[in-house]
C-alpha cells in the first residue's frame, strides 16, 4: 500500500513538472518571455535617448526676438505729417483747408472721407446704403446707362444719359460687356434684368432701390448723377468710404459737399442701430496722409 501511494505521489510530480515545462516553452515565444521583455527595453532605452536629445537641441535653439516695426516716411510724407497736431480733433474747414498742402501728387487728387460707423454689418438691419447729391459736383465723368421704356429712354437720353438703347445694353450683357459706370432702370424693367444680378451685383452695377437706380423718373436720376452724386454704402469692417470732389475745387465747394456727406450718414442711421453711431471720421485726399475731424462735426 505504501509502494502504491508513492507512486501517485510521483505521478503527480512528474505531471507538475511537465506543465511547468510546457508553460517554458510558451512563454519563450510569447510577450512575457525574456527575449521579448529585453526587446521591449532597449526600445524603451532608445525612446528616451532620443526624446533627451530632442530636448537639448530646443534648450539650444536661441529664442527669435521680433524686433518693433519701423515704418519709414519719404521725404514728403515726413512734410506732410509735420503739418498736422498730434492728438487735434480738427473741423470740416480747418481740415479742407488743410487737404492742399497735405498733397504732394502731379495730378489732380482725390478729397475722399473715411467714416467708422459702430455698426454689424453682418445685420440685415444696421446696413447703411444710400446716396447724396453732391452741391458741387462730384468733378468725374460718369458713363450712364438707362434701361427703360421708349418715353423714359427719351427723357433719359436728353438729361444727358449716355446709353439709353434697351436692347443694345441686354445684348451687351449677355456678351459679358460692361461700358458704363452706373446702371438705372425702371422697376417693369427689372425682371429682364434679374438673369444678370449675379455678374452686376459684385460689380456694384445692379440697379438697387436702395441706391436710386431702380426709379420711375431715370431722367431725374441722370440729371442728378451727371451733376455729382456720392454712393454712400458700409464694407465688410462698417466703414463708409466716399469721394467728394478734387483738391483743385474752391475750398467752400469742398465744405459743402463733405458738409452734405455727413449729413446724409447721419440722418439715413440704420433702424437697428443703438447708442454711438459714428466712432471716427478721417479726411484724406489721394496718397496723403489723414486727417482726424471731430465727431461733433455731424
Known sequence: MAEEKKTKKEEVIEELVEAKKSVEKTTKAGKNSAKAKAEVAVKEEKKAKKANNNTDILEEKPKKVQKPRVIRYSKNQKAARELLEKGKLYTIKEAVALLPNLSKTKFDATAEVHVSLDIDPRQADQNLRTSVALPAGSGKTVKVAVVAGEKDSAAAKKAGADKTDSEQILSQ????????DVLIATPEKMAELGKFAKVLGPKGLMPSPKSGTVTNTPASVVEEIKKGRAEIKNDAQGIVHSAFGKLSFKQ??????????LKSIKSNKPAGV?????????????????????????
Open 274 to 298: 443703438k447708442g454711438v453711431y459714428v466712432k471716427s471720421i478721417f479726411v484724406t485726399s489721394t496718397m496723403s496722409p489723414s486727417i482726424k475731424l471731430d465727431t461733433s462735426e455731424l
Open 173 to 180: 450683357l449677355n456678351k459679358g460687356k460692361f461700358d458704363f
Open 252 to 261: 467752400e465747394d469742398l465744405e459743402k459737399n463733405l458738409t452734405a456727406v
